[in-house]
T-cell receptor
Framework: GAGVSQSPSNKVTEKGKDVELRCDPI?????LYWYRQSLGQGLEFLIY????????KSGLPSDRFSAERTGGSVSTLTIQRTQQEDSAVYLC?????????????FGDGTRLSIL | DAKTTQPNSMESNEEEPVHLPCNHS???????IHWYRQLPSQGPEYVIH???SNVNNRMASLAIAEDRKSSTLILHRATLRDAAVYYC???????????FGTGTRLKVLA
């Protein structure tokens, strides 16, 4: 079946511009997660959605980052006034529900480059 | 969150078994042990997970020590496609996020 789909796969933008990254989770998965992978930083958690609500936004690096999820499905991660340190691969994952027993299924990410 | 220790890198010959170790001595009783791998330019791929008993699936086997302070991911016959970074991640039953360490980079020699 279809896995987690992310778009665009690559995005190059100038410093100061806003960007939107999209995630289509696996159909029926109620939990959705965003992570970021930077060179030398490893994978870090950003935000988690259960349905349309985000119980934990603690991983968002600054108030320039926001995310929403509509209809319990598609999610958008928005970065305003991008900075060079925002360059990274942004990964989305989904799972049927949350909890330690449930593995998360990852997309291949959006590679964001800030010039 | 339980801390993990994995070798930075390992090598294996193609078609030989590979044993990837992970120490997680601070694991709590309700933490599941998840293993993921990440191939170049791809997102992490789920491999296997377990709680106490050894687990097998089509990709690998997971051997969990009796005291649960360590585990070993076993690839029965390594192929070139298995070259990746392998992550061992303990995760509590009520926890939603993964905390990734640095993993083990596996190199498979033809």
């Amino acid at each position: 079946g279809a896995g987690v789909s992310q778009s665009p796969s690559n995005k190059v933008t100038e410093k100061g511009k806003d960007v939107e990254l999209r995630c289509d989770p696996i159909s029926g998965h109620t939990a959705l997660y965003w992570y970021r992978q930077s060179l030398g930083q490893g994978l870090e958690f950003l935000i988690y959605f259960q349905g349309n609500s985000a119980p934990d936004k603690s991983g968002l690096p600054s108030d320039r980052f926001s995310a929403e999820r509509t209809g319990g499905s598609v999610s958008t991660l928005t970065i305003q006034r991008t900075q060079q340190e925002d360059s990274a691969v942004y990964l989305c994952a989904s799972s049927p529900s949350y909890g330690g027993r449930q593995p998360q299924h990852f997309g291949d990410g959006t590679r964001l480059s800030i010039l | 969150d339980a801390k993990t220790t994995q070798p930075n890198s390992m090598e294996s010959n193609e078609e030989e078994p590979v044993h990837l170790p992970c120490n997680h001595s601070t694991i709590s009783g309700t933490d599941y042990i998840h293993w993921y791998r990440q191939l170049p330019s791809q997102g992490p791929e789920y491999v296997i997970h377990g709680l106490t008993s050894n687990v097998n699936n089509r990709m690998a086997s997971l051997a969990i020590a009796e005291d649960r302070k360590s585990s070993t991911l076993i690839l029965h016959r390594a192929t070139l496609r298995d070259a990746a970074v392998y992550y061992c991640i303990p995760r509590g039953s009520g926890t939603y996020k993964y905390i990734f360490g640095t993993g083990t980079r596996l190199k498979v020699l033809a």
